[in-house]
């Protein structure tokens, strides 16, 4: 489809300073970026004047020189009075250049315009901008007789900002009837129903922007764009209304350091479409444990150390065999008990007796020491929780209760103390807190309890369960508990009736904790679109605020949570995040096939100032792949005007950034540049647009 735009309007240019021509629509292929040309970049140059000039000296903008005077005792052309201050002068060089202001007074009346460039006051400094767009603008003159500190940048136009060419753009918003009044999808490609809004802003109940918030709502192609370390993106906009643009409130931007990256493991690893990663620790700052499942060459459990580094890349150290069962997900577990040592229970010998290990790590070296049996049974579901340095404890089901006990490591050797036992209950599910004290969640009668846990040297104590959830569902991962902060927790039912029975959609509890009584301060009634079969793992980032990642089949959404006193703040939408398909507006052209045949991700951890998500592909015969996403700060320009600095801050999802960029224009482009020192992918999926 060929969309041509045609402007009915005579004067389809937008003056601003009474030069600027707006990006020239071609003709354009339907959702093809790159086919809109961006008009040639003026060249710019600085003159810093911080002291105030001498009479005589003189500066020299292109072909004509201007001369400081005391006052105006002849009237010739390039004359300009030196101020009362040195503000005062800057004000009459910009008149005199512009051949605005006061002629006579500020300037010699005799003065002619510049032909070459114009001039704006920027601080301490005056920005000379030329004329004409293009290279040859880096020719222009800019020299003078001043004396330091006050100088021009360099003898010509083009240091403060190059001129180029006129060229392509790279990315558009999507033109035409994509910009919209209905939010009913289905109708979109209806001819009387083409004004399809969408969603807004990815929230459930604020579907209908324009009207309700008296913003227009544009997209740009769901396509993902490449953007070099330090490099500039040009994007275009085509303002298809009756009425003008006021301004660029919003952009919703989401961003990946690295894209399904396939890492090579050293043997034993050996590819398999049936190897799963299903669980990762972070060790410090810079490295994490990932414990995978490997079906291919010695089959079992595996453990291996991934070493980052500020870029992204990680190196890894030599898988190895933990054991050969085939348990994992809830019939295993692993908790960092000290500086490089990990605490995990294993399945050991033909019967599968239930025995805790301590994996030692030295750089990127494993060691796993002898396991020590806890009781020769077989039981399921197994949990660890830290509770002191060299100390956790263990959870486990063993026929219609639940064990505990305390797990005291000297040296590399795990002991336990007294059984603890919580009767007719399952699924036991910790959530670390302080030292000697934590809490877990399990199914007890009629639904979800949640109690303080506490130890006393080796003996532990349960306390009174408190009644957190209706139901008595259960699956990997789709109920969880998360420590926000000390006696502050999240519990998460994916089948809702959290406080309320049978008000299925009240999905997350607030707990606080008092010395060893648990109280359920609170929930949250969640809209449908956090509903869905998905695999749930959480981030903390600070006291107040969280990261709430889920996993659903073939991509990643997520959510930046808030916490203020009791009340948890969900956004009503999970956000974009790694794997959504890329859409060019009109049909998917389903990008997303390349995350088709990932399993399941591990707990996101965060090295370096990088999230990671590791998991295995199938499209890549079981290897395991790394995903990633660290802060974005990149400067953006209203055309080839520098407008401000701006960071994109959460981690693997979209985040909206409030730029509040004023336009004005019939048309409008705007630049991105990268202040990245590495390669990224970037998409600003949405931004708001408001009209006048």
């Not at 004509?64 to 004359?79: E, P, R």
């Not at 050991?348 to 009781?375: F, R």
């Not at 309890?449 to 040297?457: E, F, H, K, R, W």
Request: proline share 4%; net charge neutral; aromatic share 12%.
């Amino acid at each position: 489809m060929i969309n041509l735009q045609v402007d009915r309007r005579a004067d389809k240019s937008t003056l601003v300073k009474s030069q600027q021509i707006s990006p020239l629509p071609k003709f354009v292929e339907w959702n093809r970026p790159g086919m809109v040309q961006w008009p040639a970049v003026k060249a710019q140059g600085k003159l810093t004047l911080t002291n105030q000039p001498a009479a005589g000296q003189v500066i020299t903008l292109g072909s004509k020189t201007y001369s400081f005077v005391a006052s105006l005792t002849t009237n010739t052309d390039g004359q300009i009075v030196i101020g009362g201050t040195v503000a005062a002068t800057r004000a009459n060089i910009v008149a005199a250049v512009n051949l605005s202001g006061l002629p006579g007074s500020q300037y010699a009346s005799a003065t002619s315009l510049n032909g070459d460039v114009e001039a704006a006051i920027v601080g301490n400094d005056i920005i000379f901008t030329a004329k004409t767009g293009g290279v040859a603008g880096n020719s222009i003159v800019s020299t003078s007789t001043l004396v330091p500190p006050n100088t021009f940048d360099a003898a010509t136009l083009g240091t403060y900002r190059a001129g180029a060419a006129i060229s392509d753009a790279e990315s558009m918003i999507i033109p035409g009837y994509r910009g919209c009044f209905n939010n009913y999808i289905n109708n979109m490609w209806n001819n009387r129903e083409m004004y399809y809004i969408g969603r807004s802003s990815w929230d459930g109940d604020t579907d209908r922007a324009f009207g309700i918030q008296e913003e227009l709502f544009r997209e740009f192609p769901d396509n993902e764009y490449l953007i070099n370390a330090g490099a500039t993106r040009k994007m275009y906009a085509l303002n298809f209304l009756e009425r003008k643009v006021k301004s660029v409130r919003t952009l919703t931007m989401y961003t990946k350091l690295r894209d399904i990256e396939v890492q090579t493991l050293s043997s034993p690893f050996a590819k398999s479409t049936s190897n799963l990663v299903f669980k990762t620790i972070e060790l410090d700052a810079t490295r994490f444990i990932v414990f995978y499942r490997q079906q291919a060459g010695t089959t079992g459990i595996y453990a291996v150390v991934g070493n980052t580094n500020t870029n992204g890349t990680v190196t890894w150290g030599a898988p190895l065999l933990m054991y050969t069962v085939d348990w994992y997900n809830e019939n295993f577990d692993a908790v960092l008990i000290n500086t490089d040592k990990v605490l995990i229970a294993l399945p050991v010998g033909a019967s599968n007796y239930i025995n805790t290990a301590v994996v030692t790590i030295s750089g990127t070296g494993i060691a796993l020491n002898t396991p020590v049996q806890v009781i020769n049974v077989a039981p399921s579901y197994k949990q660890l929780v830290k509770v002191g340095t060299d100390k956790a404890i263990l959870a486990f089901e063993n026929g219609s209760n639940i064990n505990l006990y305390c797990v005291s490591v000297s040296g590399t050797v795990p002991s336990y103390g007294s059984l603890a036992t919580i009767a007719s209950a399952s699924k036991p599910m910790f959530a670390p807190n302080s030292t000697d004290k934590c809490q877990i969640a399990y199914i007890g009668s009629g639904g979800w309890y949640s109690a303080v846990v506490t130890t006393s040297g080796s003996t532990i104590t349960v306390q009174a369960g408190v009644q957190i959830n209706y139901d008595t569902n259960y699956s990997y991962r789709y109920i969880m508990m998360f420590q926000i902060t000390t006696d502050t927790f999240m519990f998460w039912s994916h089948w809702g009736t959290v406080q309320y029975q049978s008000r299925n959609r009240y999905r997350a509890g607030l707990i606080t904790v008092s010395g060893t009584n648990t109280t359920l301060a609170s929930s949250n009634y969640l809209p449908s679109g956090w509903w869905g079969d998905s695999l749930m793992y959480t981030k903390p980032i600070d006291a107040t605020s969280f990261y709430f990642y889920r996993y659903e089949a073939q991509r990643v959404t997520g959510a930046k949570v808030m916490l203020s006193g009791t009340t948890l703040t969900f956004p009503n939408m999970p956000y974009k995040s790694f794997g959504w398909n890329e859409n060019q507006g009109d049909q998917q052209i389903y990008k997303y096939q390349q995350y088709n045949n990932i399993t399941q991700i591990a707990d996101p951890v965060i090295c370096n100032g990088i999230l990671f998500i590791v998991t295995t592909d199938n499209n890549a015969s079981g290897q395991i792949v790394i995903m990633s996403d660290k802060p974005f700060s990149f400067d953006l320009y209203n055309g080839d005007d520098f407008f401000g600095t701006f960071t994109k801050s959460d981690l693997g999802i979209q985040q909206k950034i409030q730029v509040d960029i004023p336009i004005g224009k019939e048309e409008f482009g705007l630049k991105m540049k990268s202040n990245d020192s590495v390669v990224r992918t970037a998409q600003i999926d949405h931004m708001y647009l408001a009209i006048d």
